[in-house]
Structures are given as C-alpha cells and as structure tokens.
C-alpha cells in the first residue's frame, strides 16, 4: 500500500494538472457513481489526507478515492493512449481542455458535499504532512491510549497518525532500535518514534524514490524493508521477516534480530530477496507533456 508521501505527490501532480479548469468530460465506472456527471464544474484543488485523496469541485462536491495496494491516477495528454492499465480496470476518467486524469483500481470512492468529507476521513489521526502541521503531540496521545499493543501495529494504525505505512514503519523502528512486537508501554521514547517516522515521510515527499538511508542508489535505499535475508547495514546479521498484525491487515515486518532486540515471532525462512526497493513509485504518471 503507498505511504502518505506517495498519495502527497500523486495529489500534488492532479492538483498542479487539473485545478482551475472546467471539466469537459467526467465518466465513473462504479456502479454507486455510474450517474454523476461533473462536466462543466471547475476543479478547485486535489488534497491528501493521509492516504486518501480528496479532489474538490465546483458547486461544493468532492471526489474521495483510495488507492490501496493496486490504484493509480494517471494523467495524459489529451489524443495520447492511455498506459495505465487495460480499460476494464478504470473506474474514474476527468478531462479538462489541457488534461485526461485517469483512474485504474481505484478504492473506496465517493462523491460527497464538501463539508461532509469527515464522514469519510474524520476517523484519522494527524496527518504526517499536513501543510498546518503535524500534531506529534496528538499522535502520541492517541498510541498511548493502547499500551498494550505492539508498537509496529499501533505505527500502521491510521488512527493514531495518517500517511506511515509498511516502509516507513519498518525503516523508523529500524533507526530507533525497537523491535516491532515491543509493547507500546514499554517504547522508552515513543515521541522519538513519531517524530522519526514523519521526518522520513516528510524528506521524500517532493520524488517517487523513497530513501530512508540517504542514498537513492538502487538496493541502497532503504535499511530494512524488502531486505529479508540480506545483510544489516550496521551489523551485518540477516533481515529477519515475519508477519505482523491481524488479517486481513497483517503485513510482512522486516527487522534485525541483533539491533532491534525485544520480544518477536518466530522468523519465516528465508526465499531469496526480491530486486528493487520502492514498490510504490509512479503512483501518477504523465505522458504527452
């Protein structure tokens, strides 16, 4: 599933394409929306809220859509071939004079008043990368409220703090050396964890590539994630993997036995490492600029 940084600059592409032009063709293939028709209404902005999308319009409407682990917007030139996807895949198509948007796999969406988008997002906590600030505080307060439950669930809780996903979970308890299955109450400086993980979110949201290391090099970019088997980059020690949390919301967790003691699963063996580092990249794409 796409960290917050990723549905940041997806949002940032649809808004800079799309905001202040009038749209000339809205077609939705979802069977809730298939009679909405937005032609002739201006799009105002395109705004992230954690990982939700939120793409206001004129007359007091807003377009909520989720990408999940499979969606994508795609923006194309208009008379260009569209690249996102076969067709039975698209679920939204917004063209404005300048600009085809198009969604392929999209999740969740809704066409709602504006003033009512906390029906569908008042349920989040602070939003890493809010533009007003991210409230620590309240992340804090509200993964406190829950001591007795592992710090890497409680991470990946959306709400606690809106935008961390797997990646960034597994990289910030990496850096803080906590192993993922600690307890919450047992964390001895759970605002560092916090403020660690929105400082990584927040130094990749601007570029698709996704370093926590600092080095954008390919198999470079990250400590843990997607590294089960290969060496540590401090100790050496392979990255052990295991699965965390409850299905249908358990997720592969990647960490190091030896620099993130604490309690934990019996590690999965070993299948040998999957190329390529970040798995979410080109979440909107542009072609015939």
């Known amino acids: 599933m796409p960290e917050g940084d990723t549905v940041w600059l997806a949002c940032k592409r649809l808004d800079a394409a799309l905001s202040g032009d009038v749209l000339t063709r809205s077609d939705f ?5 298939a009679t909405a028709d937005l032609v002739g209404r201006r799009m105002l902005s395109t705004t992230p809220r954690g990982k939700h999308i939120l793409m206001r319009v004129e007359g007091g ?21 569209w690249t996102g996807g076969p067709e039975h895949q698209i679920r939204v198509i ?8 198009v969604g392929y796999r999209l999740h969740d ?31 804090v307060r509200r993964i406190t409220e829950y001591p007795d439950r592992a710090i890497g669930e409680a991470l990946l809780d959306q709400r606690n703090l809106a935008g961390v996903g797997n990646l960034y979970k597994a990289e910030t308890l990496f850096i803080e050396r906590l192993s993922p299955w600690l307890l919450v109450d047992d964390v001895p400086d759970l605002p560092s964890v916090v403020a660690t993980a929105a400082r990584l979110i927040d130094r990749n949201k601007d570029h698709w590539s996704q370093s926590t290391t600092g080095d954008p090099g390919r198999e470079r970019q990250h400590y843990v994630f997607e590294r089960g088997g290969k060496p540590c980059r401090r100790c050496g020690s392979p990255i052990a993997t295991a699965m965390q ?34 798995a979410y990249d080109r979440r909107v794409r542009r072609s015939g600029a």
Not at 63 to 71: A, E, I, N, Q
Not at 245 to 274: D, F, N, V
């Open 245 to 278: 949390g409850t299905p249908p919301y358990a997720r592969i967790t990647y960490w190091c036995l030896q620099c993130q003691p604490g309690p934990h699963p019996e590690p999965l063996p070993q299948k040998r490492p999957r190329a390529g580092g970040g």
């Open 29 to 33: 293939r979802v069977p809730q929306l």
């Open 109 to 139: 969406l809704a066409l709602v008043e504006t003033d009512r988008e906390d029906e569908l997002v008042g349920h989040l906590g602070p939003d890493v990368l809010d533009p007003s600030g991210f409230d620590a505080d309240e992340a």
């Open 61 to 81: 409407l807003t377009l909520h859509s989720h990408l999940r682990m499979d969606g994508s917007w795609h923006l194309h030139r208009p008379g260009v071939r």
């Open 94 to 101: 917004l063209c404005t004079e300048g600009w085809d948007a």
